[in-house]
């Protein structure tokens, strides 16, 4: 296994040769598509996993697996014991209490537990502390024209739900947020700000200072999809003010079936739960039930032990990197496909140009083609892209596209990957006919 050391400056970026060295860490990298070697550009949909992470997982299930919270054995004390240490470390990455951390199994959960505690709690639910979170008709909630569907639906349900009006704030031809347009939109009634850090299509990095801004100048929560920033560059959620913030273990390093849901202290502590029923309540009778505090009140029933382990160790692997030095790898990288795309006639890549602040990622349109044909055309030699409209189909219809082509890096993507997409790449109009 590699070694990273972690007293490298912290602006320095992630060299070519480093990048290399970290390879020896993913085997899944030494895999062969068809007869060549894999060249991995899908990490914005789900990353690949190091050795570490995959050992610590193991290791947990192959020596102290037990039910947490539950049991007087030591057993099921020592697996209690690693479970909590698991969240007081995914809590330090992102600068926050352990109790403002609850495990869920996905970003997409942790997104609808606070739409439906939202809708617990404008129902009544919760008490004379949750009165503060109800929301009806005259209310209104906003989000963005880029958002992913997880953070786009669960509000518009929770509109429905409420009679409150979801707001939407629009987006302008280079892929950035419309700011003269949030700061008119966010305003009295409004009870809730939900928008992405960095956008899973465009790559754009949003504002979240200014926005964090407008909203609690009007009195309005909150709610950050970190989805595409946590695990590419730093993530201080007390910094950036967010009352909410949800990421997923397995776009970080980290494995399938479990997110994390950031709440401050005292918002968690005063919303109603989501899911009730086992490990999260204190008393219960016949007729009704008191609940434990945060995070315990939003985690009923088995937990996701060995996945927080492994996400725990995901973490502690990004750290030893740094992530200031994966963001800043990132970006040089996202320079080179963005100008090596703009180079190629008939291509254009949606979302910020050159010289802009942007994601390692790039979504482009094809002029003829389509982008399921391009992905097949790449796939055949190797190349791992991802099709479709990335469950953003308002930003699509935003740019009269139904669907792109993406291209996503991560801590392991070399040069050579990059140029290998792009020479791909120059020969695919010509491949389908649509050269001119």
């Given at each position: ?126 008490g004379p502390e949750a009165d ?201 990288l996202a320079v080179r496909l ?98 001119s």
């Amino acid at each position: 296994m590699s070694s990273i050391a972690p007293t490298i400056a912290a602006a320095t970026a992630l060299e070519e040769s480093e990048v290399y060295r970290l390879r020896e860490d993913f085997p899944i990298l030494r895999e062969q598509m068809g007869g060549h070697p894999l060249v991995y550009l899908d990490s914005a949909a789900t990353a690949q996993r190091p050795v570490q992470v995959l050992d610590a997982e193991r290791e947990f299930l192959t020596h102290l697996n037990a039910a947490v919270h539950r049991g007087a054995h030591t057993l099921a004390a020592e697996a209690t014991e690693v479970f909590e240490q698991a969240r007081e470390t995914v809590a330090g990455f992102i600068g926050a209490r352990p109790d403002e951390v609850v495990w869920t199994s996905n970003a997409t959960e942790a997104l609808n537990l606070v739409a439906y505690a939202l809708s617990n709690a404008s129902a009544g639910r919760g008490g004379p502390e949750a009165d503060r979170f109800r929301l009806g008709p005259g209310d209104e909630i906003v989000a963005t024209e880029m958002e992913h569907h997880a953070n786009l639906i669960p509000w518009q349900e929770l509109a429905a739900r409420t009679g409150a009006t979801l707001r939407i704030i629009h987006l302008d031809d280079e892929g950035a947020l419309r700011l003269g347009e949030a700061a008119e939109v966010i305003g009295e009634r409004t009870r809730l700000v939900a928008f992405a850090h960095v956008s899973n299509v465009l790559g754009t990095v949003n504002p979240v200072e200014h926005l964090v801004s407008l909203a609690h100048a009007a009195g309005a929560l909150v709610v950050l999809d970190a989805c595409q920033s946590a695990p590419h560059r730093p993530l201080e959620v007390k910094a950036l003010g967010v009352d909410f913030a949800a990421f997923s273990g397995h776009k970080m390093l980290g494995p399938n079936g479990i997110g994390v849901l950031y709440g401050r202290a005292e918002l968690l502590n005063a919303l109603p739960p989501f899911l009730t029923g086992g490990s999260m309540i204190t008393t219960v009778t016949l007729e009704r039930a008191e609940f434990l505090p945060a995070p315990q009140r939003f985690e009923a029933g088995t937990q996701k032990v060995s996945q927080a382990i492994a996400l725990a160790e995901a973490v502690r692997y990004l750290q030893r990197v740094g992530l200031e030095r994966i963001e800043a790898r990132e970006s040089q990288l996202a320079v080179r496909l963005h100008s090596g795309v703009a180079s190629l006639p008939g291509i254009r890549v949606l979302g910020p140009g050159l010289g802009v602040e942007r994601a390692g990622l790039v979504s482009v349109v094809v002029d003829g083609v389509h982008a399921h044909d391009v992905g097949q055309y790449l796939d055949d030699a190797g190349i791992a892209v991802r099709v479709g409209h990335h469950c953003a189909q308002p930003l699509h219809r935003r740019y009269g596209v139904t669907a792109t082509t993406r291209a996503s890096t991560y801590l392991y993507t070399t040069e050579a990957e990059v140029d290998a997409f792009l020479e791909r790449l120059a020969g695919v109009r010509g491949f389908f006919g649509a050269a001119s």
